[in-house]
């Protein structure tokens, strides 16, 4: 007898959709209106009392509508009596944001983390967040998985011999290396410097790419500038062809003309924020879905069982 129940807000229809297809359970029925000045109301349509609530929603754009409506989605099923409420956030909105880069600015990941927990939340499933220590944000458990074993199938089935993979950045090496080791190939990093938020050169290819095809890895791509620069960086180092990867999607502003226009042969994505306008219809946008891991996550944590497998 299942004593959970998966409801989703507006952000991410079809994945949760896909999540509970593969739990083989309905999704939980509920209304989000807004009144005629934008405010949101929520109105759940089932009994939630004493039951293990999953609420997928994930914090993209638009970024401020989609947190609001996981806040109060939280506090619904918390005045609803569910027993344990688990915020399933695939992308984790302002995780840019985890550490003061300036004076007098705020820490806006950890603000998020403390409102998501004050709601209501008791647990946290997210997805590849863009600093490992926002986990320590919350004051509640929280699972942080990997895309990491759908992009490596995707990866070893379609590329195979003469493989490079490419850090954009040095913060992102550690990534890098992982996906390097695992399927065995080189690894490369492009020294980027960035002049202002959203704007990045890269200057220079840190590793041997001539003759060689190129994968270059990414948590996300937001307007693809640092992506596009990096390709042109690679493709002038000699490789042979040069693709890339990412868990985010975000893909704001000019960042799909930007990639149709690029060196990029194809951007490998998953389905954490839903493709919209002109990346839907790109042909160099190929989409992996994370629902089995998601969905995987969500009954090992109702059941109390491990999902340490699921990081890897």
Not at 4 to 27: A, M, R, W
Not at 151 to 165: A, G, T
């Amino acid at each position: 007898m299942v004593d959970f129940t998966v409801f989703s807000g507006n952000s991410n229809t079809e994945l949760s959709k896909k999540i509970c297809d593969y739990l083989h359970v309905p999704l939980g029925g509920g209304k989000v209106k807004r009144f005629s000045d934008g405010e949101i109301q929520i109105e759940i349509d089932e009994n939630v009392r004493s039951k293990d609530v999953f609420v997928v929603q994930s914090t993209c754009s638009p970024v401020n509508d989609n947190l609001i409506e996981l806040l109060l989605l939280i506090d619904a099923f918390k005045r609803a009596s569910a027993t344990r409420i688990t915020a399933v956030i695939p992308y984790y909105g302002y995780s840019r944001q985890d550490k003061k880069v300036a004076p007098r600015v705020p820490i806006s990941a950890k603000l998020v983390a403390d409102l998501i927990t004050t709601a209501g939340a008791t647990r946290i499933i997210t997805m590849d967040l863009h600093a490992g220590q926002i986990q320590g944000f919350f004051n509640i458990p929280v699972d942080n998985l990997f895309a990491a074993p759908v992009i490596i199938d995707y990866i070893k089935e379609n590329f195979h011999d003469n493989l490079v993979i490419v850090s954009p950045d040095a913060g992102g090496v550690e990534r890098a290396r992982a996906f390097a080791k695992r399927l065995n190939a080189q690894l490369a990093i492009v020294d980027k410097r960035r002049d202002a938020p959203n704007k990045a050169k890269a200057m220079a290819v840190i590793g041997d790419v001539k003759g060689k095809r190129v994968i270059i890895l990414d948590d996300m791509v937001d307007t693809a500038g640092t992506l596009v620069e990096a390709a042109q960086a690679i493709m002038k180092n000699g490789a042979k062809e040069v693709h890339a990867s990412c868990a985010h999607p975000v893909l704001s502003g000019p960042a799909v003309q930007r990639i149709e226009n690029s060196e990029l042969k194809s951007l490998v994505v998953t389905d954490t924020i839903p493709l919209k306008g002109d990346a839907l219809s790109s042909d160099k946008i190929k989409v992996l879905s994370i629902s089995m891991l998601v969905g995987e996550a969500i009954i090992r944590s109702h059941r109390g069982d491990s999902v340490t497998s699921l990081f890897v």
